[in-house]
């Protein structure tokens, strides 16, 4: 077994040196004081995605064309990719390595081509094994209350899923425009997530109006609240009530649901969020000359970037530091806005420097139609009894959802305020899996700390620079000619040619090098792993130098 080759010449020896045959011949273990180990790190965009998907894993799996396996990764913790591959302001992407590089990875159209493969491909989703004796009642078909239903429904519990709407789907269904969410892609993925075990829908039915929250909490094992944001915000000056004045979450209703015809008037938007932003853009579509007014900086503008650029493109105007002050009426009619110029002043709580009027500077505009979209608030009328609240929001215990009231949970906006898509998701989530908990007496798991992981942990050596592929799109002229989805999904030559990007970063993707590398033929080659033999290894650490990746560190002798 213990062989060592001899060379009669050079000329019989490697071109370079390299280990021939083994090492058993010659032990080297003793000589060691570090070693290598193999130790697989949570790649830092998980910790970037709000509903924790294992984005490294199932890009690894799209390189080896295992889609089914890509997306059932996804659904573990997400039950709408094609929603979120297309709305979600992907947080996951700030805090990928690669963008420290070149470009970061476009995660998010990996996440939406799988998304829509998933649709495609019904016969992926398997019924769940199992079911449970509980019922369980979750209030509201937005992305908290749909994702709560599903992973509910995949254990084996019996949900009822009450929705004040006569379709589902919460903001998802009458706020996000065609344009960006098209509403068959929606109807697809609501169908999905009814599919995956007993749901019964009871739309059309308010929760405190139609039926007494006291019966579902008598009726059910456990209740669970992602009622949303439905009322907006006021103005709160003068003559809002006018006509012409109208709070962007109900044009957006009516734009949603093919009640607003084309016309070509002069119309204002205030604010500066999602909401705003899509108001100005579907005015724009039916025909309106279309200026935001937002009383801070672009800078503090809360919608999401990719937003406000599109708004910018499509030919929105924008009119900073200034807040509405007066409405000035013709009759009972909208006619003018006299605006307040601002100065930023010192930051607030939430860390953006606040408006500060600018005293007696004052400008007016001519408008035939003003949209308010300065945010929304709760409506808990019906339920305010059973849950403790604060600012017109449910207020929880922990992580999981908790309301403090025995069988009550809640999530999504109603909890955090307006936030977004993927931290509605992930509230539902955590929120069902918290229920299951409950009805099984488990522990929660603990909560995972965030490891440093950067560009310096790659070898970058392995990795030419490149561009991300970009999800093909209609240019912003044809695009506001009408409610066309704008952006295109990949087709499977660019999803394989993003993907290949990815560093794949701290975790292992069996690419060889450090069994290649290793001057004393130490690591053993099994089929889905290494195994490192101490005895030869002599701790030169060379593997971990050629990792390309950090999916190996380094740990002293006798520790
Ligand atoms: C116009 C607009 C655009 C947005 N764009 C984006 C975006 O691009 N990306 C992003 O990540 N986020 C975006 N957001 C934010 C995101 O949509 C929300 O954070 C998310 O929808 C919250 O989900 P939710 O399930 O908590 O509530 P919602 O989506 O608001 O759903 C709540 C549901 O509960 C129902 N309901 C309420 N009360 C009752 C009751 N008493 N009985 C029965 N049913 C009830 C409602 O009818 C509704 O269907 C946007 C928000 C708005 C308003
Ligand atoms: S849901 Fe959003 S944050 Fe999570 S992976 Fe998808 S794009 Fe990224
Ligand atoms: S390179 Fe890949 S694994 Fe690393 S952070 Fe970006 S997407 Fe995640
Ligand atoms: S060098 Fe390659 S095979 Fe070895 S640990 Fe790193 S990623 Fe895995």
């Known amino acids: 077994m213990s062989k060592q080759t001899k060379f009669e010449s050079y000329r019989e020896m490697p071109i370079r040196a390299m280990t021939v045959d083994n090492m058993l011949w010659n032990e ?290 924008f009119r900073f530091l200034a807040s509405p002050k007066d409405i000035v009426t013709d009759g009972d009619k909208l006619s003018k806005v006299i605006f307040q110029e601002m100065e930023l002043g010192e930051p607030d709580e939430t860390g953006r420097r606040s408006p500060v009027p600018l005293e007696g500077k004052t400008f007016t505009m001519d408008v035939d139609r003003l949209f308010t979209a300065i945010g929304e608030k709760g409506d808990l009328d019906g339920f305010k009894s059973e849950v403790d609240t604060e600012w017109e929001l449910i207020k929880v215990k922990g992580e999981f959802g908790e309301t403090g009231k025995k069988k009550i949970f809640a999530g999504g906006d109603i909890v955090t305020g307006a936030a977004s898509v993927v931290e509605a998701v992930a509230a539902g989530r955590r929120a069902a899996e918290k229920i299951d908990r409950v009805f099984n007496n488990e522990k929660d798991p603990p909560i995972e700390q965030e490891i440093d992981f950067g560009i310096e942990n790659i070898n970058t050596d392995y990795f030419p620079k490149s561009k991300r592929v970009l999800k093909p799109r209609i240019p912003a002229s044809e695009a506001i000619k009408g409610f066309e989805e704008i952006f295109k999904g990949f087709d499977e030559q660019m999803l394989q040619k993003e993907a290949d990007r990815c560093f794949s970063c701290g975790v292992c993707n069996y690419c060889d090098n450090c069994w290649i590398y290793c001057p004393d033929a130490s690591i053993i080659r099994k089929d889905d792993e290494y195994e490192i033999d101490f005895d030869f290894c002599k701790g030169c650490l060379v593997c971990v130098e050629e990792c390309p990746r950090s999916a190996l560190s380094i740990e002293e002798e006798g520790k």
């Open 28 to 317: 080297t273990g003793s000589w060691r004081n570090v070693k290598p180990v193999y130790d697989n790190k949570v790649s830092p965009c998980i910790y970037g995605c709000p509903a924790g998907e294992n984005i490294q894993h199932y890009i690894q799996l799209v390189i080896d064309r295992k889609y089914k396996e890509a997306w059932e990764t996804i659904i573990e913790t997400n039950p709408m990719p094609a929603v979120t591959g297309r709305v979600c302001s992907h947080p996951c992407m700030d805090k990928c390595t690669r963008g420290d590089y070149d470009e970061t990875v476009n995660i998010n159209a990996i996440e939406r081509a799988l998304g829509d493969m998933g649709l495609d491909n019904p016969e992926w989703m398997t019924k769940p094994e199992k079911s449970k004796k509980e019922k369980i009642a979750v209030v509201g078909s937005g992305p908290a209350g749909l994702t709560s239903a599903f992973y509910l429904a995949r254990t084996g519990y019996s949900v009822t899923l009450y929705e004040a709407g006569e379709t589902l789907g919460g903001v998802l269904r009458w706020g996000i425009p065609e344009y960006r969410l098209p509403d068959s892609v929606l109807d697809r993925v609501v169908e999905f997530i009814l599919s995956s075990g007993k749901i019964k829908v009871e739309a059309g039915t308010t929760v405190g109006k139609d039926i007494e929250f006291k019966k579902l909490r008598n009726n059910f094992d456990a209740v669970f609240l992602g009622v949303g944001l439905m009322k907006s915000r006021q103005l709160g000056i003068p003559n809002e009530d006018c006509k012409g004045v109208e709070p962007g979450l109900d044009y957006l209703r009516k734009v949603n649901s093919g009640q607003v015809s084309s016309s070509s008037d002069k119309a204002v938007v205030i604010g500066g969020g999602n909401t705003a932003m899509d108001v100005a853009r579907s005015a724009l579509r039916k025909g309106s000359d279309v200026t935001v007014v937002y009383r801070r900086t672009r800078t503090e503008m809360p919608a999401i970037a990719s937003e406000i650029e599109e708004a910018e493109k499509e030919g929105i105007k």
